[in-house]
């Protein structure tokens, strides 16, 4: 898990992380990456239905086609 200040080490599914977190404010990108979702800055369209997620904080995140439709429905695209 990443935060601002450091980074921990987590040993837990992301599903029961995210459970925990609250899935209102987080959402799932990839098969072992979430984000929150007031931290998204923009998508860039790639290939075959992929998306870069671009983070406030200068970072690039690969969403794939499979969480695709749960974060477009979740930012009301």
Do not use: W
Not at 24 to 50: E, M, W, Y
């Amino acid at each position: 898990m990443h935060t601002a200040g450091r980074t921990y080490l987590l040993r837990r599914t992301l599903q029961d992380l995210l459970s925990q977190l609250g899935e209102q404010r987080f959402v799932r990108i990839h098969r072992s990456t979430a984000v929150n979702l007031g931290c998204i800055q923009s998508l860039t369209p790639l290939f075959k239905g992929d998306y870069e997620v671009h983070l406030r904080n200068g970072r690039t995140l690969r969403l794939s086609r499979r969480f695709r439709a749960a974060l477009f429905a979740r930012m009301g695209r």
